[in-house]
């Protein structure tokens, strides 16, 4: 029978209180992975708005690490690592990237190669965990975040935006975003994210971030504002323009310059805070917890299954035999 723990004050100082800096050490010489990728038809600026995000030039767009490298127009996946150092905290970065997703002329089952690469990630996570002498730190490359690019079309979701989020929503943390919401007015963008969150409860999408037990009253309300952003509307750029004599990220128009960190002009600050500074180690932890999770308890079912399948038809043979043996006997006393 467990009893109820009973409070106490220790009568000196003991220590245990510095755990928390002990972990601290240990994870920074870890280092954290993070592990993200990008879903949408070329020309949005998916590449632009990873760059913006880490304040780093980490790839060119399109897909490629160099100006050189040919632009590809096939679905694929492209997976780019990268270190980024702030403050002696070391951030291991994935980017997967998927070139010429929805620029076919025929995109049916273009989302295959997504779910396939999300879904590989976790069975080989799973493998390298059952094994006999496994790793002491597991390499993860499990998806964290999908971030999906929205053609800022103004009239909705294309059907092929439908069939695509309700895959990946199964199985990742799926973050929408208007891509280039610069190429329209501020009223036609609160329409446009109006028409796209009706369309969202609609399909009944599993949006990150979720509702949880584990939340606590502050949490669940930073969450309910931000599901209020989602999809965010943002900008990308890597080139500073001089607002109010300060260099800041943004661009040049004939109407005059946008600020990529003013909330005013876009989402990106939201954005970029919630992946972040907020929600980066929730997005990791429901990476592992949820979708993994799920992952994971199917396909040990499935195991278990087969396993007895296997013994009930070993069973199912050997009576057989057996039965025949005897059949057999009993027509040679005959």
């Given at each position: 029978?467990?009893?109820v723990?009973?409070s106490?004050?220790?009568?000196?100082?003991?220590?245990?209180?510095?755990i928390?800096?002990?972990i601290e050490r240990?994870?920074?010489?870890r280092?954290f992975?993070?592990?993200?990728?990008?879903?949408?038809a070329?020309?949005l600026g998916?590449t632009?708005?990873?760059?913006t995000i880490?304040?780093s030039?980490?790839?060119?767009?399109s897909?490629?690490?160099?100006?050189?490298?040919?632009i590809?127009?096939t679905?694929?996946?492209?997976?780019t690592?990268?270190?980024?150092?702030?403050?002696?905290?070391?951030?291991k970065?994935n980017?997967?990237?998927?070139p010429?997703?929805?620029d076919?002329v025929?995109?049916?089952k273009?989302?295959?190669p997504?779910?396939?690469?999300i879904k590989?990630?976790h069975s080989?996570?799973?493998?390298?965990?059952?094994t006999?002498?496994?790793?002491?730190h597991?390499?993860d490359t499990?998806v964290h975040?999908?971030?999906?690019?929205i053609q800022?079309?103004?009239?909705g979701?294309?059907?092929?935006?439908i069939?695509?989020l309700?895959?990946?929503?199964?199985?990742?943390?799926v973050?929408?975003?208007i891509?280039?919401?610069?190429?329209m007015?501020?009223?036609?963008?609160?329409d446009?994210?109006?028409?796209l969150?009706?369309?969202?409860?609609?399909?009944?999408?599993?949006l990150?971030?979720?509702?949880?037990?584990d939340l606590?009253?502050?949490?669940?309300?930073?969450?309910?504002?931000i599901?209020?952003l989602?999809?965010?509307?943002?900008?990308?750029?890597?080139?500073?323009?001089?607002v109010d004599?300060k260099?800041?990220?943004?661009?040049?128009n004939?109407w005059?310059?946008i600020?990529?960190e003013?909330e005013?002009?876009c989402?990106?600050?939201y954005?970029?805070?919630?992946?972040i500074?907020?929600?980066?180690?929730?997005?990791?932890d429901?990476?592992a917890?949820?979708?993994?999770?799920?992952f994971?308890s199917k396909?040990?079912?499935?195991l278990k299954e087969?396993a007895n399948?296997?013994?009930?038809?070993?069973?199912?043979s050997a009576?057989?035999?057996s039965?025949?043996a005897g059949?057999?006997?009993?027509?040679?006393?005959n």
């Amino acid at each position: 029978m467990s009893s109820v723990p009973v409070s106490i004050a220790p009568m000196s100082h003991v220590g245990f209180d510095t755990i928390t800096q002990q972990i601290e050490r240990r994870l920074l010489k870890r280092g954290f992975q993070f592990n993200l990728m990008v879903v949408g038809a070329s020309g949005l600026g998916k590449t632009t708005l990873v760059n913006t995000i880490f304040a780093s030039h980490l790839t060119e767009s399109s897909g490629r690490v160099s100006a050189e490298e040919n632009i590809t127009r096939t679905p694929e996946i492209k997976s780019t690592s990268h270190e980024i150092y702030e403050n002696e905290v070391r951030l291991k970065l994935n980017i997967i990237d998927t070139p010429g997703y929805g620029d076919q002329v025929n995109n049916e089952k273009c989302w295959e190669p997504i779910v396939k690469y999300i879904k590989d990630q976790h069975s080989q996570y799973l493998r390298k965990e059952l094994t006999a002498q496994r790793e002491k730190h597991l390499v993860d490359t499990r998806v964290h975040c999908v971030l999906f690019f929205i053609q800022p079309n103004g009239h909705g979701l294309r059907p092929l935006d439908i069939v695509v989020l309700k895959k990946i929503c199964e199985i990742a943390n799926v973050v929408p975003v208007i891509a280039k919401s610069d190429s329209m007015t501020v009223e036609e963008r609160a329409d446009f994210k109006q028409v796209l969150q009706a369309e969202f409860t609609h399909h009944n999408f599993r949006l990150y971030p979720y509702d949880s037990t584990d939340l606590d009253d502050e949490e669940r309300y930073i969450n309910s504002q931000i599901r209020q952003l989602i999809p965010f509307a943002i900008i990308g750029s890597e080139q500073n323009v001089i607002v109010d004599g300060k260099a800041v990220r943004g661009r040049k128009n004939r109407w005059g310059i946008i600020n990529v960190e003013d909330e005013t002009h876009c989402d990106f600050s939201y954005l970029r805070n919630f992946l972040i500074r907020t929600h980066l180690q929730d997005l990791i932890d429901t990476t592992a917890d949820t979708h993994y999770e799920t992952f994971r308890s199917k396909q040990l079912l499935a195991l278990k299954e087969n396993a007895n399948n296997s013994s009930t038809n070993a069973n199912t043979s050997a009576s057989s035999a057996s039965q025949h043996a005897g059949t057999q006997r009993l027509s040679g006393v005959n």
